[in-house]
Structures are given as C-alpha cells and as structure tokens.
C-alpha cells in the first residue's frame, strides 16, 4: 500500500523509515576551537552582518538551518529524523561520530549538508558527493543523481535558483562520512559562499525551501516512508 488508505477494520502502523541529517560542522574541533566551516571573509558572511551579528554567519550557521528545514519537511512527509545537531554543540564530534550515530540509529538515507567555497568567485551551484568504493556505490549514486534531478528541474520553475549554475554537478569523493556510513549517503554543497548570486540566495529563507524541498524530493522518490497494517 501507498496511502493511508486502509480495508475495514483495520489500523494503520506507519513504520517511519528513518533518515539521518548531518549539519557540517558546528561543534568543536580536535583542538578545542568552534569549526564554523567555510565563511570567514566571504561574501555570505559579508551579507549576514547586522547588529545582532556583528561577525555575521559562517558556513555551520547555514548548514543547521538548512537541516533544520529538512528535518521539518521530512517529518511532516512521515520520516522519522535523526540528527548530529540541532544548535551549536559543545563538545568534539568528529567525522566517525557522525557516521556511527548514523549507523547505530538504522537510518536508511544519511545526508550531510554543506556549502562551498572556491578561490574563484565564477563558481556557482550544488554538488552532491558520493563514495564510489563501496558496495552499495550504485544505490549512493542513485540517491545523488535522484537529488539532482529534482534540484536542476527546480531551477527550471523558479527564477531564485535559476540564477545559478545548473546542472547540478555529482562528483565521486572520498569523505570520511560517505566512506564510513553503511547506508545510501550523500554529502549536499547546496551553493558557493563566494559567489555573489549564490551568497545572496543563502541569506533568502525562500531560496532555502525551495532548494531544501527538492532534496526531500530527491530523497522521497526512492526511499518513501513505509506503511504496514496491523
């Protein structure tokens, strides 16, 4: 069954498929220091500045409230989401953390969310990472390729993403967290924090959902929440 449309007399058990949710970042580092990521000096930390944020936001700011976004979507679509953080954590959370949380918890999708930076201010757009050395390489690349689809046909119906790059690009990568977890995992660069476009589009909370919905998109289409009658 598809729906929650159940025969007489029965009741519905939905079984939530469980998705992992990585924030780069945002704890402290082996030495004691907050790793904020990418940021400092950038475009996107030049724009967020204010009187609240003096300093303005570095990359971990807008990778939380990214899979804060995506947690919402997810679990108002029947997942149940587990994530490395939902603030700034106090404490050294190393890469294999992540990965053995994502795996001890039995999630079925991981998904760490990033962004980019480059030497060159013409970079632009999303890359989705895989790891092509492992068993279940084909099914990482599925999820990557999945995500993609729905990011760039995005780009086609809403002028916000259209002013950057596409087609997204899926590149073969050997991060810890993609080499570690033992489930379909992607790792998401949702945009380049030293372009201007893209800078401007991460300060957007519109930009945000539109790009953060087309991942759940990406993810829904393979690994939709289960439904099992009792």
């Known amino acids: 069954p598809t729906s929650d449309e159940t025969p007489d007399n029965t009741k519905v058990v939905r079984h939530l498929t469980t998705i992992y949710v990585d924030a780069g970042h945002g704890a402290e580092s082996y030495s004691g220091a907050h790793d904020v990521g990418a940021g400092e000096g950038t475009l996107y930390n030049e724009l967020t500045k204010s009187d609240d944020c003096p300093g303005g936001k570095y990359e ?24 490395t953080r939902e603030s700034e954590v106090k404490k050294y959370v190393s890469l294999t953390d992540r990965a053995s949380a994502a795996n001890d918890c039995g999630a079925e999708v991981f998904v760490s969310i990033h962004a980019n930076t480059s030497s060159s201010s013409s970079a632009s757009g999303a890359r989705l990472f895989y790891y092509k050395t492992r068993s279940d390489a084909e099914a990482c690349k599925k999820l990557a390729d999945s995500m993609k689809s729905f990011i760039d046909s995005a780009s086609d119906d809403n002028a916000l993403l259209k002013a950057s790059q596409k087609p997204t690009q899926v590149n073969e990568e050997d ?29 957007d909370p519109k930009w945000q959902e539109i790009f953060i919905k087309a991942i759940a998109d990406g993810i829904e289409k393979l690994y939709p929440p289960k439904i099992t009658y009792q």
């Open 60 to 83: 971990d700011d807008l990778n939380l409230e990214m899979a804060l976004i995506l947690k919402r979507i997810l679990t108002e679509r029947g997942y149940n989401v587990v994530m």
């Open 175 to 203: 991060y810890e967290v993609l080499r570690k977890t033992t489930m379909p995992a992607v790792l998401v660069e949702s945009c380049f924090l030293t372009n201007g476009v893209d800078a401007e589009n991460a300060t």
